[in-house]
């Protein structure tokens, strides 16, 4: 009873410094040696699987473990993958020509028919694809002798190419369909033909891949990458900073600053796939009338919001598209849209044709201690000049959400949506479709007629100058119909520690494993 | 025997208890606003197939008692289900995370202990002192020091600037795992420890007016005999009971340390499966921390049998 007290208290203490001494992380060697990587995302990555896993910790994985059968090139536009080229039989269907020689890592040939079920299993119910919603219009995929893959859509599509871009992953057909629910789980794992191979898998300690040496394309410069999670932001600067982690994707454009002033550390910003905007729900109340929408947007200083929300690190947006698709589609020559811009007289001008020339009060719920509460106070402070006055209602985020999802309580809404692909089509009927505008759907201002479907149906399937001409026209409606008032494009940044270099990283070009590469190699 | 009586009696009411706690947190959890379908779909539009196979797969329209039974039926067969989000076993899920948390626990207690109380009995020797006034402070400040603030300033003082411990993470071999939860640890145990050190001090003043001390210093015994041999254990009692309870807490709530040292623990899995409504994980989860704080305090109760034969003797009326 007496002694072992003292003796833990003494052991405890002698420990200390012995950890200590052991715990000196080791510093790794910056230069042109290192060829392994330690990257941490601030979210753990769930599935190896997009239709399990679409979001972004897994799909960074993913992408450097499976091909897909066609790639995006640094412009936006399809560009070979798994397939060396396609044809286009009839609007309605697709023929791709399978690379030859190919093996997944454990050795067995990929054959046509993987190609083919790897794309069918997504529409399959039993799957429950998360990735389904971008192959509504596949009837079915098929492989036609061992080196072609036909796919017959209900109805031309040309974006078609580039959401298979995004999600047609090939698989071995033998692995995913023993697996339909948990290919890709860390017990099930998966095999690709990708540049990386999975040596482990695990959602607590991490994810480890390395090269894969029989990659048929050309092979990455990093040998080996070792992938972690660090949920708390500050940890992950600190982890960053101390040289445990080399490199994240981590960082948000707001706290850029935080991450510009790490000795060491190189970040970089490239336009990311999104756009940030206010929803004024036209069916209720005083937000019916086109003047007190304008009205609003003249009300908002965007250009202040735009630096408040991206610290420099984004644009403020003027019109209903992300930044990258606006590039990928206009080239440098974007048309000028209607715009609404900060000028608070003009705001009282229109506001004074309206039936509410003196203001509203409308409630206004929004998620709170999110970007949106900061957001939604800014806006609240805006239009407090003019005579709208909105009533916060904080509610917790998934509390917010669900309310949303539901269409509950629509007024002035802050949304921010990031999007997969270059393709307009992707976007806009979320925003103006009627078939978004109920519960689950994203038209939250519930603009829209059968007029409109008919334009979004048309442009569906509409190539070339004909669908740049029609998305500029309904861009242009919701420039003066003002459903939305659009805010600002939030930039990707990624956080390198020097030794590393990321050239020709892009917004289409995510792979950031092939991308990264010590430096001088 | 009637140590027997008071296991079976201990059992029988942990039984009541876990099932409670699983109605109440199974039912919360479904009240709540959102649905997995939700998280697992994110910001992304979805087809209506896709979200009921969704619904389906994990029967979110059934009423709540028949998903509750259901759920129960499983779970005393020892099957816990699949998590929603990784779509592993739960049981594997927890068994992955279960090391982190328990050598987290372990350390910090052993730490808690090993400072705690031979710091308290000095301050109880030395009352009114200034080493006790000393101790007296540094306990104070160390208590009102928030776990997740003591994390931060650990992290800048010892991991970023001296560059003597990881950042995060928990290793994977011993020597890495106790490099790796030194510092969480001692974040854990600062507050803690404190906490020891008044129960120490506390109860071994009780102590000190007591006739049996009294005639212990008067046999001549020496002084260390006297505090450790006769002190330390009648004050063991309230210190084991406050330990119990540290134990309990560190197993199953260590929430913002793991957070901060980006520790794939228990804690941090409870507050991701809450927000991803991963009901068979946070079931488990709830259920597997009922189990540790009942078991821990029959623990407790049995060690006072051990530590005063007092207690030994009246043992049923415990």
Redesign the interface.
Same mark, same amino acid.
């Given at each position: 009873m007496k002694t072992p007290t003292i003796r833990a208290a003494v052991v405890a203490l002698l420990l200390l410094p012995v950890a200590a001494c052991a715990g000196s992380p080791q510093k790794g060697a910056t230069g042109a040696d290192r060829d392994t990587l330690v990257w941490a995302s601030s979210a753990a990555p769930n599935s190896l699987d997009i239709a399990h896993g679409f979001n972004n910790a897994s799909t960074t994985i993913q992408l450097a473990v499976l091909d897909t059968m066609v790639t995006l090139d640094a412009k936006g536009a399809p560009a070979p993958g798994l397939a060396t080229s396609w044809t286009q039989p009839t609007p309605d269907s697709y023929e791709f020509t399978l690379r030859k020689a190919v093996t997944f890592t454990d050795g067995s040939p990929l054959t046509a028919d993987d190609a083919a079920y790897s794309l069918s299993r997504h529409l399959d119910p039993a799957v429950a694809s998360q990735a389904a919603s971008y192959f509504t219009t596949v009837k079915k995929a098929e492989a036609v002798g061992t080196d072609k893959v036909r796919v017959t859509l209900t109805r031309p599509n040309p974006a078609f190419l580039s959401v298979a871009a995004i999600a047609w992953q090939v698989v071995p057909r033998k692995l995913a369909e023993a697996h339909p629910r948990d290919l890709g789980s860390p017990e099930v794992g998966t095999v690709g033909t990708g540049p990386f191979k999975v040596v482990k898998f695990s959602l607590t300690s991490g994810t480890v891949l390395e090269r894969n040496e029989s990659y048929w394309g050309p092979k990455p410069a990093l040998r080996r990458v070792e992938i972690k999670s660090i949920s708390d932001a500050e940890t992950l600067r600190m982890a960053v900073r101390s040289g445990e982690v080399d490199a994240t994707d981590g960082l948000n454009a707001r706290d850029a600053r935080k991450w510009t002033n790490l000795p060491g550390v190189t970040t970089s910003f490239y336009p990311g796939n999104n756009i940030a905007y206010l929803s004024l729900a036209v069916g209720n109340g005083p937000l019916k009338d086109v003047h007190v929408r304008r009205a609003i947007a003249h009300a908002v200083d965007r250009q202040a919001l735009t630096t408040l929300m991206t610290g420099g690190h984004g644009t403020t947006a003027r019109a209903m598209l992300p930044m990258p698709q606006m590039t990928a589609l206009y080239g440098d020559d974007t048309p000028k849209f209607p715009d609404h811009p900060f000028d608070l007289a003009a705001a009282k001008a229109e506001l004074a044709k309206s039936a509410y020339p003196d203001g509203f009060t409308m409630a206004v719920p929004y998620s709170s201690g999110s970007d949106g509460a900061t957001v939604m106070q800014a806006v609240a402070a805006d239009l407090a000049k003019i005579g709208i006055k909105l009533t916060m209602e904080p509610s917790p985020g998934d509390r917010y959400v669900a309310m949303l999802m539901d269409h509950k309580g629509l007024g002035v809404q802050y949304v921010n949506l990031s999007y997969g692909t270059p393709e307009p089509i992707e976007v806009l009927p979320d925003m103006i479709g009627r078939a978004a505008a109920k519960p689950q759907g994203f038209n939250f201002s519930g603009y829209g007629s059968a007029e409109l479907d008919a334009r979004l149906d048309a442009l569906s399937e509409a190539t070339g100058q004909e669908r740049q001409d029609q998305v500029t026209a309904l861009l242009t409606e919701i420039g003066e119909q003002v459903p939305y008032v659009p805010l600002f494009h939030m930039d990707n940044g990624i956080a390198l520690r020097d030794g590393f270099t990321a050239p020709g990283l892009s917004v289409w070009n995510p792979n950031f494993f092939v991308v990264i590469r010590p430096a001088g190699k | 025997m009637a140590v027997l009586t008071l296991v079976a009696r201990r059992l029988a009411a942990a039984l009541v208890l876990l099932g409670a706690l699983s109605v109440i947190t199974y039912g919360l959890l479904v009240a709540?606003?959102?649905?997995p379908e939700?998280v697992?779909?994110?910001? %992304?539009?979805?087809?209506?197939?896709? %979200?009921?196979?969704?619904r389906a797969?994990y029967h979110l329209d059934d009423p709540f008692p028949l998903r509750y039974a259901r759920w129960l039926g499983d779970a005393v067969h020892g099957d816990f289900g699949?998590s929603i989000?990784? %779509?592993?076993?739960v049981a594997?899920?927890i068994a992955?995370?279960l090391p982190?948390t328990a050598g987290l626990a372990g350390y910090a207690l052993?730490?808690t202990?090993?400072?705690g109380?031979?710091v308290g009995l000095v301050a109880a020797m030395g009352r009114g002192g200034l080493l006790d006034q000393g101790i007296t402070l540094g306990s104070l400040v160390l208590l009102a020091v928030p776990p997740f603030a003591m994390s931060?300033l650990l992290?800048?003082g010892?991991?970023?600037t001296l560059?003597?411990?990881?950042?995060?993470?928990?290793g994977?071999t011993f020597?890495e795992r106790?490099?790796?939860l030194?510092l969480p640890a001692l974040a854990l145990a600062a507050a803690q420890g404190a906490m020891v050190v008044r129960q120490m001090r506390a109860a071994a003043l009780d102590l000190a007016g007591q006739d049996f001390l009294t005639f212990a210093r008067a046999r001549g015994l020496p002084r260390?005999?006297v505090w450790?041999?006769y002190a330390?254990?009648n004050a063991a009692l309230p210190v084991l009971t406050v330990g119990g309870l540290l134990l309990a807490a560190n197993l199953t709530g260590a929430l913002f340390v793991e957070?901060?040292?980006?520790l794939?623990g228990l804690g941090?899995l409870l507050i991701?499966a809450v927000?991803q409504?991963d009901i068979p994980v946070v079931q488990a989860l709830v259920l597997f921390s009922g189990a540790i704080v009942v078991v821990v305090n029959l623990l407790i109760d049995l060690a006072y049998l051990v530590v005063d034969p007092r207690v030994r003797h009246g043992a049923v009326a415990l």
């Open positions: - | 709540s606003p959102g649905g939700q697992l779909l994110g910001t %992304r539009p979805s087809t209506p197939e896709t %979200r009921a196979a969704i797969e699949v989000y990784s %779509r592993e076993p594997d899920v992955d995370r982190v052993l730490i202990f090993a400072v109380v031979p931060i992290l800048y010892f991991a970023v560059g003597w411990f990881p950042v995060f993470g928990a994977e020597a106790v490099t790796h030194t260390a005999r450790i041999g330390l254990r957070q901060a040292f980006g794939h941090a991701a927000s409504k």
